[in-house]
């Protein structure tokens, strides 16, 4: 399985990106899925995971009414919506999916990972 995500870039304080993240080489229509973040000196955490079907959300509470997570299991992709950016969003931003049917807050629930994409939010 290869992931591949793209969509960040550089934003100013309070923009917007999007964030999508196509997998090749089996579906993962069965599998959550989540999106993870990196800053320099930081280790990776949690941003948002979503469950096989869509019904289920999750969100680290930063980024709780800003971020939106969403799936769309014909096309293989799943996306993330970042509204009013602040400059502590930015990070390395990293799509995997779950080795379950949900999605886990842990970095070893994930089974298969995106090579990443850089967000850089400016003030």
């Known amino acids: 399985v290869q992931l591949q995500a793209f969509g960040g870039g550089l934003v100013k304080n309070g923009g917007s990106l999007r964030l999508s993240c196509a997998a090749s080489?089996?579906?993962?229509?069965?599998?959550?899925l989540g999106w993870f973040r990196q800053a320099p000196g930081k280790e990776r955490e949690f941003v948002a995971g979503i469950s096989w079907r869509g019904r289920t959300t999750g969100y680290q509470e930063s980024v709780k009414g800003r971020f939106t997570i969403s799936r769309d299991n014909a096309k293989n992709t799943v996306y993330l919506q970042m509204n009013s950016l602040k400059p502590e969003d930015t990070a390395v931003y990293y799509c995997?999916?779950?080795?379950?049917?949900?999605?886990?807050?842990?970095?070893?629930?994930?089974?298969?990972w995106g090579q990443g994409t850089q967000v850089t939010v400016s003030s």
């Open positions: 995997a999916v779950a080795r379950g049917n949900s999605y886990v807050g842990a970095p070893n629930g994930y089974q298969y």
């Open positions: 080489g089996r579906t993962f229509s069965n599998n959550g």
